[in-house]
Nanobody
Framework: QVQLVESGGALAQAGDSLRLSCAAS????????TAWFRQAPGKEREFVTI????????FYADSVKGRFTASRDNAINKVYLDMSRLRPEDTAVYYC???????????????????????WGQGTQVTVSS
């Protein structure tokens, strides 16, 4: 099992940059592929990005491609989401999620469905004003 705690959420202006962190504990973190999701009020939880256990492979939602970057430092059991050129529509609670197995699955659905991830953090709020 792995426990996840997000941090770094804040109020930002459109065009700003933010870094979110996800700290993991309880298991060998490099054995887990890790994703970021977000959920805006009244909307379903939305996939943002996934990073492999080694950090060598990533996959992004089209809505954030080129603006957001996922990375990880397994030496300190952390995953990061660097967000740039923020937009008001990026406003949401951002969640870190993990599943055992370091390799990204070939199926897009397996990568992007919240149901694929048994471990979740509590979320961190990002609010982007125009």
């Amino acid at each position: 099992q792995v426990q996840l705690v997000e941090s770094g959420g804040a109020l930002a202006q459109a065009g700003d940059s933010l870094r979110l962190s996800c700290a993991a504990s309880g298991s060998t973190f490099s054995n887990y592929r890790t994703a970021w999701f977000r959920q805006a009020p009244g909307k379903e939880r939305e996939f943002v990005t996934i990073i492999s256990g080694s950090g060598a492979a990533t996959f992004y939602a089209d809505s954030v491609k080129g603006r957001f970057t996922a990375s990880r430092d397994n030496a300190i059991n952390k995953v990061y989401l660097d967000m740039s050129r923020l937009r008001p529509e990026d406003t949401a609670v951002y969640y870190c999620a993990a599943v055992s197995g370091p390799i990204l699955p070939p199926s897009s659905r397996s990568r992007t469905s919240p149901n694929s991830y048994p471990y979740w953090g509590q979320g961190t709020q990002v609010t982007v004003s125009s």
